[in-house]
């Protein structure tokens, strides 16, 4: 199966500091991919990377095949819209100006569907994420955290994107909200098929929504895997800190 997306030797300096050494990863349709590491482990900017927010200074990173740095600029028009940033902080994502429909809205003009679907397209991207059409009438300012997410991610699939960069988009969340909005997560992934680059600092978050593994440590890839065997048997002693460190997640 062709991967959704892959980086082969991926690496990024900022003058003598190399913050991402050298790293290989892929991610197949419907499958999720947990980046993990402490602060300074390089997963973030990895994902301004994966976003193209970053040039890398040697490797390359494809989508589809298509690599993402060699794009004309039509042709990374037409990519953007296949890969969507889930944030970590979704009140400052959206506009605190405009309601929660007129934020869709504002999505769903930049992707060219015709005003008169506007209303019921943003009810569908509600229902998907677990929200009545009722919050188009909401400010973000509104909404809890959890209920800020959920609309944080209904504005990320109104393209029916194929791949999620979530940047620790469920860190700002109490734990019992997490589990929630990371099950959601998981029911769009059935229904979409979209594949998912999930950075965290949370090996619980990781055990709840990734199938494969990739541990950071100062820039370099020290463990990677399939999830489950990854955490039932870590062979690098960073890895087994972190597992040692991880927070009880109930789901």
Same mark, same amino acid.
Request: aromatic share 6%.
């Given at each position: 199966?062709?991967?959704?997306?892959?980086?082969?030797? %991926?690496?990024?300096?900022?003058?003598?500091?190399?913050? &991402?050494?050298? %790293?290989?990863?892929?991610?197949?349709?419907?499958?999720?991919?947990?980046?993990?590491?402490?602060?300074?482990?390089?997963?973030?900017?990895? #994902?301004?990377?994966?976003?193209?927010?970053?040039?890398?200074?040697? #490797?390359?990173?494809?989508?589809?095949?298509?690599?993402?740095?060699?794009?004309?600029?039509?042709?990374? *028009?037409?990519? *953007?819209?296949?890969?969507?940033?889930?944030?970590?902080? +979704?009140?400052?994502?959206?506009? +605190?100006?405009?309601?929660?429909?007129?934020?869709?809205? !504002?999505?769903?003009?930049?992707? #060219?569907?015709?005003?008169? =679907?506007?209303?019921?397209? @943003?009810?569908?991207?509600?229902?998907?994420?677990?929200?009545?059409?009722?919050?188009?009438?909401?400010? +973000? /300012? =509104?909404?809890?955290?959890?209920?800020?997410?959920?609309?944080?991610?209904? *504005?990320?699939?109104?393209?029916? +994107?194929?791949?999620?960069?979530?940047? =620790?988009?469920?860190?700002?969340?109490?734990?019992?909200?997490?589990?929630? &909005?990371?099950?959601? !997560?998981?029911?769009?992934?059935?229904?979409?098929?979209?594949?998912?680059?999930?950075?965290? /600092?949370?090996?619980?978050?990781?055990?709840?929504?990734?199938?494969?593994?990739? &541990?950071?440590?100062?820039?370099?890839? &020290?463990?990677?895997?399939?999830?489950?065997?990854?955490?039932?048997?870590?062979?690098?002693?960073?890895?087994?800190?972190?597992?040692?460190?991880? @927070?009880?997640? /109930?789901?």
């Amino acid at each position: 199966m062709t991967a959704v997306l892959r980086g082969v030797g %991926v690496t990024k300096r900022f003058g003598g500091f190399t913050a &991402v050494d050298d %790293v290989d990863f892929a991610i197949e349709p419907g499958r999720t991919l947990g980046v993990v590491g402490e602060s300074g482990s390089g997963k973030s900017t990895l #994902g301004r990377i994966v976003m193209r927010l970053l040039t890398p200074d040697a #490797g390359s990173v494809t989508l589809d095949g298509h690599n993402l740095f060699s794009m004309s600029r039509s042709t990374l *028009r037409l990519a *953007r819209r296949m890969f969507q940033l889930v944030p970590q902080d +979704p009140r400052n994502a959206l506009n +605190p100006a405009m309601t929660v429909g007129e934020n869709l809205a !504002f999505q769903l003009r930049a992707q #060219g569907v015709p005003r008169n =679907e506007w209303r019921a397209r @943003s009810a569908d991207l509600l229902e998907m994420v677990s929200l009545t059409a009722d919050y188009t009438h909401a400010y +973000p /300012h =509104e909404l809890s955290g959890g209920q800020a997410q959920r609309v944080a991610i209904g *504005r990320a699939i109104a393209s029916r +994107p194929r791949l999620l960069v979530c940047d =620790e988009a469920v860190s700002a969340l109490d734990k019992s909200v997490q589990a929630q &909005v990371l099950n959601t !997560f998981a029911d769009l992934q059935k229904q979409l098929g979209v594949a998912m680059f999930f950075i965290t /600092h949370d090996l619980a978050v990781v055990e709840h929504i990734a199938d494969d593994l990739l &541990v950071l440590n100062r820039g370099r890839v &020290v463990e990677s895997g399939e999830t489950h065997s990854v955490l039932a048997a870590p062979a690098d002693p960073y890895t087994q800190e972190l597992l040692a460190a991880r @927070s009880v997640m /109930h789901a």
